[in-house]
């Protein structure tokens, strides 16, 4: 599916126009891929990354809608835990990508955004376009979503402004930035050699550290606990953390609630883990928060909503976090306020370690503690084999059911992955009351968490853009995702597409925004009015739209409509098939309400 790309000859040794000091960057940063929506306001730099770089390190990744180019490279910081670029045209495009733009704020991922306006200079713009797509402050459009924007006002001061943008981007809280490079000074021809600095001469910071006597205080308050509760939020998903959280939660015998707006933080199939909320196991985890005497909350972004579970303040709270060093003032994406007895201000990772290490000593100490610890260890696991013994029933008695039940429509692509479901990364799911007891998330990247900003239409961008950042892992990468969704922005198909990015997309195809039909459905009963009406202005069933059909148009195997439950594994086993080609697959299949 790929295209053969032309071997890029006559390259210059040096940057020679001003557009390549800011390639010659990118390709120091070590940046992979550039995915765009192409536009005259960067023609300069497009030109750089073709036949300058060659078109690799960065490779262009091309798109059909800034929207989807920006959600690529938040899907690939998902993964990976590092920025790729996105460029996107002028004021224009920067406006279609402001959504997606507004995700990566949202869920604190790192992504570097470069754009084009200009030129400056206006004795130098073309009449009238260069006019349209020039602003005198460019980023401001963005600058409350971004963690930083900058124009730089020369071609020399291009370098330390990438240098300052990635680094920016990738300190904790992390968040997208984006450099706005003026169409003058990257068609400026270079009078003179520009001086390129060394990026390894400019580190990253280490990951905030916890205070040791909060630490100190924190683990004295978890080893006197009867109820101790740890709430895992955005703890950043390393093979690393995930260890350190487990050998915190098995030493101290922690009930473990995860958080389905953020990435896999703990093995949902581990005896301790009581619940992920806002899924199917959200019972558990609002028992355990109401039950909880203390709590450990770890980068959980909506703590306040979840402590309202209680509906009293009655538990001693240790919020480890970094959200207060990402207030801004115009979203409140903040959210409401957490009380909390010892605020600690520090990466996931180092507070796990530090809290485990300081708690060692007092559990060692004391044999009613070791014994109270084994007591409720036994009994949380108890708790959640019962949990999942009940909600497999429940799964079990609807799993015929016609239309099809998201839980079967679950249960029949995780039989169909067999061995390779372990290892799934499951990179959207948004609008899935994801069924842990029929699949559980145990290892780390197995589930990506939400888009950040709740948008419909940043869904396809992210799952091909983690499915980039995942090619050659042998991972498969899965996308679960509403008709509505894959709407807004399907050309993310194609770039996979054209890109060689395998990508499974299942669609789950109630014909209808589904969610704001149920809205419809509260305001007119609230209204006393006719709640029938609830599908007008929602439903997209007349006519009905082919999405086999729309996959195989932008170049990816469609496969579907799936109408009845036995047809799911068939359809399934054919899709992974169609995956292991190296490509995207979509399957159709239509589900109830
Ligand atoms: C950009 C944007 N526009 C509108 C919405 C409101 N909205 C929330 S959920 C939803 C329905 C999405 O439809 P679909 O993906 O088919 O999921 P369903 O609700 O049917 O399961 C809409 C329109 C939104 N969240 N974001
Ligand atoms: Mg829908």
Redesign the pocket.
């Given at each position: 599916m790929t295209r053969d790309v032309p071997k890029i000859s006559g390259r210059p040794a040096a940057p020679e126009w001003g557009s390549d000091v800011a390639a010659e960057m990118l390709r120091r940063l070590d940046i992979p891929y550039i995915a765009v929506e192409p536009g005259a306001s960067f023609r300069g730099l497009h030109d750089s990354i073709v036949n300058y770089l060659g078109n690799e390190g960065p490779e262009l990744i091309i798109c059909n809608h800034e929207e989807v180019a920006v959600a690529i490279a938040h899907g690939y910081a998902k993964y990976s835990g590092r920025a790729m670029a996105a460029a996107v045209h002028s004021t224009v495009g920067l406006m279609h990508a402001t959504?997606t733009i507004f995700c990566a704020w949202c869920d604190r991922a790192p992504v570097l955004i470069l754009g084009g306006t200009g030129p400056m200079d206006s004795t130098a713009r073309r009449p009238w376009i260069d006019w349209i797509h020039t602003a005198s402050q460019q980023g401001e459009l963005v600058r409350d979503f971004t963690k930083w924007e900058h124009q730089p006002a020369s071609v020399a001061a291009i370098p330390e402004a990438l240098l300052r943008a990635w680094q920016v981007a990738h300190v904790e809280p992390r968040g997208p930035v984006y450099v706005c490079l003026d169409a003058g000074l990257q068609e400026q021809r270079l009078a003179a050699p520009i001086a390129l600095p060394d990026v390894a001469a400019y580190p990253h910071p280490t990951p905030p550290a916890p205070d040791g006597d909060a630490v100190a205080q924190a683990a004295a308050l978890l080893v006197a606990a009867e109820h101790p509760v740890l709430l895992l939020g955005h703890t950043g998903g390393t093979a690393t953390g995930w260890a350190a959280t487990i050998a915190l939660a098995e030493q101290l015998g922690l009930a473990v609630v995860t958080d389905r707006s953020s990435q896999a933080a703990f093995p949902t199939d581990h005896p301790l883990h009581q619940g992920m909320w806002r899924t199917q196991t959200a019972d558990g985890a609002a028992e355990a928060i109401r039950e909880a005497d203390v709590i450990l909350a770890v980068q959980r972004t909506d703590l306040a909503g979840a402590l309202r579970e209680r509906g009293d303040p009655a538990a001693r709270v240790i919020n480890v976090t970094l959200e207060p060093y990402a207030v801004r003032s115009w979203s409140a994406d903040h959210q409401e306020l957490p009380p909390a007895e010892l605020t600690i201000a520090s990466s996931a990772e180092p507070a796990i370690r530090a809290i485990a290490a300081a708690a060692t000593d007092a559990v060692r100490a004391d044999a009613g503690v070791r014994r109270r610890i084994e007591e409720r260890t036994a009994s949380l696991g108890a708790r959640s084999r019962e949990r999942r013994a009940g909600l497999d029933a429940a799964n079990a008695a609807v799993a015929d059911e016609r239309p099809i039940r998201s839980t079967r429509l679950i249960a029949e692509l995780k039989a169909a992955l067999g061995d390779r479901a372990r290892d799934a990364v499951i990179a959207q799911a948004s609008?899935t009351p994801w069924p842990t007891a029929t699949w559980d998330f145990r290892v780390p990247g197995s589930y990506l968490g939400h888009d950040g900003g709740?948008?419909?239409?940043s869904g396809p961008g992210i799952a091909v853009g983690a499915a980039l950042a995942a090619r050659g892992s042998g991972r498969p990468v899965i996308a679960i995702?509403?008709?509505?969704?894959l709407l807004a922005a399907p050309t993310a198909l194609w770039t996979a597409a054209h890109h060689g990015i395998p990508v499974l997309f299942v669609i789950?195809n109630?014909q209808?925004?589904?969610?704001?039909e149920v809205h419809q459905d509260r305001v007119a009963k609230a209204r006393g009015r006719n709640a029938a009406n609830r599908w007008i202005g929602q439903r997209m069933d007349r006519p009905a739209i082919d999405y086999a059909g729309l996959a195989r148009d932008l170049g990816a195997v469609g496969i579907g409509p799936v109408i009845t439950p036995e047809q799911l594994r068939p359809a399934f086993d054919e899709a992974l098939r169609a995956l292991d080609e190296g490509g995207p697959v979509l399957v159709d299949v239509r589900v109830g309400d």
């Open positions: 959504v609008h709740a948008a419909v239409g995702i509403g008709d509505g969704e789950e109630n209808s925004y589904h969610n704001d």
